[in-house]
């Protein structure tokens, strides 16, 4: 995604540019922070950087990474990658991650480094939210998983900063000629929110009452002219 970002930094000077989510794992860690560090100075601080665990096992298995020790590494590369934007010579000893004076340039212009936004609903995510995140995006289709989420994710960081509470769903507009109940068309990825308008504008309410915070949006449809 580094690339189509990159090619909209001058394009749209005052929004906000992201990632929904990075299957960080699977990544080179140090690739991965000279990409980011570098479009974030490019974008003069712009960049959010959403990572995640990811949850196909063939991509894993294509990419000759490891899907059981995806959660260890994630937490590693993303204590790995604030070392290397916040530090002048970066040292790091960790099970997957171990290096030596290295020196990363150009930094980030966030002088933290870009605002790490973490996807997942799961016991170890949502640890991993309170510990490094600012931000939590949990890609949503249930709302009751969405409250006991929030739950949890508030009782870890009882007394100190809870990160921002948001969200990625699944949209799915009618139209006239549709049945009523619209089933998506990609089994990977149910529709969190689908009907008329109307519909979708009160299935938000309830997912705001909630905690809802920030929401990124995926209008499923059929063609362009769909949207």
């Not at 570098?38 to 000759?64: A, F, P």
């Not at 995510?125 to 929030?150: C, N, Q």
């Not at 969190?192 to 990124?216: K, V």
Request: charged share 25%; hydrophobic share 45%; net charge neutral.
């Amino acid at each position: 995604p580094f690339i189509a970002l990159a090619t909209l930094v001058h394009l749209v000077p005052r929004i906000r540019l992201g990632t929904s989510v990075i299957v960080l794992p699977q990544r080179n860690t140090f690739l991965v922070a000279k990409q980011a560090a570098t479009l974030d100075l490019l974008s003069e601080g712009r960049l959010i950087l959403g990572v995640g665990v990811g949850l196909r096992e063939s991509q894993y298995k294509l990419l000759g990474a490891d899907f059981a020790a995806r959660g260890v590494v994630l937490d590693e590369a993303i204590e790995v990658m604030q070392a290397l934007w916040r530090e002048p010579v970066s040292r790091y000893d960790g099970r997957f991650h171990r290096f030596d004076d290295v020196v990363l340039l150009p930094k980030p212009a966030q002088p933290a480094g870009p605002p790490i936004w973490i996807g997942g609903d799961s016991p170890a995510a949502l640890k991993r939210v309170a510990t490094y995140g600012r931000a939590w995006i949990p890609y949503i289709f249930d709302l009751e998983r969405f409250r006991s989420g929030v739950a949890r994710l508030r009782e870890l960081t009882d007394g100190r900063y809870c990160p921002m509470i948001g969200g990625y769903f699944n949209l799915r507009i009618k139209r006239s000629d549709e049945p009523a109940v619209v089933e998506t068309k990609f089994p990977w990825a149910p529709i969190s929110i689908g009907g008329t308008p109307d519909q979708i504008a009160e299935g938000f309410e309830q997912f705001r009452m909630a905690g809802l915070e920030y929401a990124i949006c995926l209008f499923e449809s059929e063609s362009v002219d769909d949207y």
